[in-house]
């Protein structure tokens, strides 16, 4: 089966950084995503990586090993307003993504 | 302001009841998807469509069907409503169904009840 697997909930500190970890097993691999959700609120794109190595854009990073099935979002400079939900997507051969269940990321003051 | 749109935002919906859920976008995006997400569960695909006149059947699409008349427009339909499908229905929708170009573009969603 399919399966991605991320941490339910992790908390930081207000300009600290933080590593959110994905794992996947999928059926082939077209690219990975990683997406911000607010909470109510609609998922909004974040990153996309389909080679490996880092992706970076702004205080947001991404890595992705293929090799390991592993990818990490990496949040720097952590401001109140990051505290959201971060979803893993991988792309599957048929070009569909399966989602992780999402990481809830709290920011303390 | 270009995007997507659905309708209703929330609905509370009697069991065996049938019921639409609207989603148009303006973006002139070939391919459009509907996910439900449900707490602890990641989003699932209901159904998806490629491009306009074709859909697609995703993980979980039992009791639900799409049409996709035109390129603007996937509606989602629930025949008879089971309190099991309570849950939050996105919408999305992306330029093409792969690569890079497959960022997609979510609605704001609709929460369903089903009592």
């Known amino acids: 089966g399919q399966n991605i697997d991320q941490p339910t909930e992790m908390t930081a500190t207000e300009g600290a950084i933080v590593q959110i970890n994905c794992t996947y097993q999928?059926?082939?691999?077209?690219?990975l995503f990683w997406y911000q959700q607010h909470a109510g609120e609609a998922p909004t794109f974040l990153s996309y990586?389909?080679l490996d190595g880092l992706e970076e854009k702004g205080r947001f990073s991404s890595f992705l090993s293929r090799s390991k099935g592993y990818s990490y979002l990496l949040l720097k400079e952590l401001q109140m307003k990051d505290s959201a939900s971060y979803l893993c997507?991988?792309?599957?051969?048929?070009?569909?993504?399966?989602w992780g269940a999402g990481t809830k990321l709290i920011i303390k003051p | 302001i270009a995007g997507i749109t659905q309708a209703p935002t929330s609905q509370i919906l009697a069991a065996g009841r049938r019921m639409t859920l609207r989603c148009t976008q303006d973006?002139?995006?070939?391919?459009m998807y509907w996910y439900r997400q449900d707490l602890g569960l990641g989003l699932r695909l209901i159904h998806y469509?490629?491009?306009?006149?074709?859909?697609g059947k995703g993980e979980v699409p039992d009791g639900y069907s799409v049409s996709r008349a035109n390129t603007d427009d996937f509606p989602l339909t629930l025949a008879s409503a089971v309190p099991s499908q309570t849950s939050v229905y996105f919408c999305?929708?992306?330029?093409?169904?792969?690569?890079?170009?497959?960022?997609?573009?979510f609605g704001p969603g609709t929460r369903l009840t089903v009592l």
């Open positions: 973006m002139r995006h070939n391919a």
């Open positions: 469509s490629n491009t306009a006149g074709t859909t």
């Open positions: 999928t059926s082939g691999f077209n690219g």
């Open positions: 999305a929708s992306s330029e093409g169904a792969g690569g890079p170009y497959n960022e997609q573009f």
């Open positions: 990586n389909v």
């Open positions: 997507a991988v792309m599957d051969s048929n070009y569909q993504l399966i």
